[in-house]
Each structure stands twice: as C-alpha cells, then as structure tokens.
C-alpha cells in the first residue's frame, strides 16, 4: 500500500521513502530524543514560586538579623540562640515555598559567629580569672 507524501515521499512499510534517493527515511525520532522525551520532569504550574507566601519568611529573615546582631553587640548568647531559630525557621518556610531565604542565612550565620565569641571571650576570662588568682596565691 504506497500513500502518497509531498515532495516526492511515498510510504514502504510505515516509513516514507523517497523515490529519488530509495533510501528509507524514519519518521521516528531516535533513541535519544524518545529518552528526552521521557525523562524530562513534567512543569506543573503549581511548581511556581509564590511571592506573596515569602512576605513570612522576609519578616522571621529579618527577626533573625536581628536578634543575632542584638546578641552579637550586647546581650549574650540567649539572643543568639533566638536568631538562630528564626533563621532556621525562616529557611525552611522559605524551601517550602521555592524560595530563598538569604536574611535567614546571615541571621544563622551572626548568631553563630557570636556564640563562639562568646564561648572565646568566657575561656578567656576564666583563664585570666585563673592566673590571677594564681598570682595572688603567690603574693600571700
């Protein structure tokens, strides 16, 4: 059965063959293009970003700050501590909703820093405490 193709195509057992060349010529797409095809995940219009959900994780972002920034200047690890949770918190809601949370990031990243200057600067007293204490035992 020969259907009829344009340009001068005609069918040989569900390939179009052209008269001119009588090579088969496949219709198909090769091996590699069907794999594309079938391995390239779907877009699902839910899968967009939401901006109006981020406006949750901005503000807990920016309560992380600065929280971390308060416990970095003056008030100890307590603040620190808080400004780490809220920036935790803020980076997952963030993931939630396809998002990044980058405020979050350097609220964690501030309260950390200044745990360990607190850490730093409570060894540090205490040794100084020590060899002070030391000296007077010396003196008397």
């Known amino acids: 059965m020969n259907n009829n193709f344009p340009n001068g195509y005609t069918s040989y057992n569900g ?3 052209n008269d001119n060349a009588g090579t ?12 594309l095809q079938y391995n390239t995940p779907p877009q699902y219009p839910y899968m967009q970003p939401v901006p109006e959900l ?5 503000i807990l972002g920016i309560l992380s700050v600065v929280f971390s920034s308060v416990g970095l200047g003056c008030c100890g690890i307590q603040f620190s501590v808080i400004g780490i949770i809220t ?4 980076m997952v809601k963030a993931k939630h909703v396809m998002q990044k949370s980058s405020l979050g990031l ?10 360990v200057l607190y ?10 405490i020590a060899a002070s204490m030391s000296e007077l035992e010396r003196l008397l």
């Open 106 to 115: 350097v609220g964690v990243i501030l309260g950390a820093v200044a745990i």
């Open 87 to 90: 920036g935790i918190i803020a």
């Open 15 to 17: 390939y179009p063959v």
């Open 24 to 35: 088969p010529v496949p219709e198909q797409k090769s091996a590699y293009e069907q794999q």
């Open 54 to 58: 981020n406006k949750g994780t901005d």
């Open 119 to 128: 850490i730093i600067l409570i060894i540090a007293y205490f040794s100084i």
